[in-house]
């Protein structure tokens, strides 16, 4: 995809920090996994392109396997094989760099550290003073809401706990850029909302630069400046959509008539996609059924 011009303008929503500057550049980014035994490989990504605003909430949706977890590995630095460029402010990035910060829908807190020890673990490894640390842990649980719980383990926390446990640890870093693959896919939907809600608080009080993903619509638009829809294999983005609704967008908005157009209108991207992602796995849940039936003798 060429860059398009539309995924630079400002949204009106939102007036940033600093229009115009981009904190990430995505550039003709194509990524194939190879096949097992000299098969086919897999084309993940193909010819992907965009920019993101320093401050900008942009979102990325499609369908599961269009490549949307490749892209952010790339972005992050973990798969360093891939074709076109990825950038950082200025800095083109190829394996691990400390800008990012990466919070994943699997556990990823340390079971064997209480929520405060969890968030002061990128403190340490930082070299900041026990003191310093103390009082910089307490700030990030506070902001995701869990001061008076910094003292569980995350055994004792609910999902939800957990998930802004994690997100407090990935913060406390300092990321130029968060990155957020599907932090609350694991949660029930109410839970999700109200994280929504959290998520947006603390997004505008950083006012950091954040990439999420998510295959859920009502997340998407509740949260996001623009959303980016995927097409499911090979992943290109088939379009992006600036989100024109007024903040602060609480979880209550969902049941306005404007939310419920544009979630409609990006179902109707997303459905296509959807579907051809369905027909692919009955396609491979048939083949593997006629492989198991398939006498041996
Ligand atoms: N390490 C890997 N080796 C081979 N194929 C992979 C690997 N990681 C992902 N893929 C394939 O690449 C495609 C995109 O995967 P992924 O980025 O995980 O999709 P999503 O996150 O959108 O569900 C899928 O077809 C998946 O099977
Ligand atoms: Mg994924």
């Known amino acids: 995809m060429k860059m398009n011009a539309s995924l630079i303008a400002p949204t009106a929503s939102t007036p940033l920090p600093s229009v115009g500057a981009s904190a990430l550049s995505i550039h003709h980014v194509s990524k194939t996994f190879p096949g097992g035994k000299g098969g086919p490989g897999t084309l993940a990504l193909d010819d992907v392109s965009f920019d993101v605003r320093q401050g900008e909430f942009l979102l990325v949706i499609g369908p599961s396997g269009c490549g949307k977890s490749t892209l952010f590995n790339i972005i992050g630095g973990m798969l360093t094989e891939f074709s076109g460029e990825a950038r950082v402010g200025d800095r083109i990035v190829r394996g691990n760099h400390p800008n990012i910060g990466m919070v994943f829908q699997e556990e990823s807190t340390f079971p064997w550290r209480t929520a405060r020890e969890n968030v002061e673990f990128p403190l340490e490894l930082r070299g900041v003073a026990a003191p310093e640390r103390r009082a910089q842990s307490m700030h990030f649980l506070e902001l995701v809401g869990l001061e008076g719980f910094e003292n569980f383990y995350p055994a004792q926390l609910s999902g939800g706990m957990k998930a802004r446990a994690a997100l407090a640890r990935t913060l406390a870093a300092q990321p130029a850029i968060l990155l957020m693959d599907e932090p609350f896919g694991a949660l029930d939907e109410q839970t999700r909302l109200l994280l929504g809600d959290q998520v947006i608080r603390i997004w505008k009080e950083l006012q950091q630069t954040t990439l999420l993903i998510t295959h859920n619509i009502t997340e998407a638009v509740q949260l996001s ?29 969902v049941s306005d008539d404007r939310f419920g157009h544009i979630v409609g209108m990006i179902w109707s991207d997303l459905r296509e996609e959807a579907m051809r992602g369905l027909a692919a796995s009955e396609q491979l849940g048939g083949a593997s059924r006629a492989a198991k039936s398939t006498p041996t003798h």
């Open 225 to 253: 400046d623009r959303v980016a829809v995927m097409s499911f294999r090979p992943g290109r983005i088939k379009r992006v959509i600036d989100i024109d609704l007024p903040r602060p967008r609480t979880s209550e908005m």
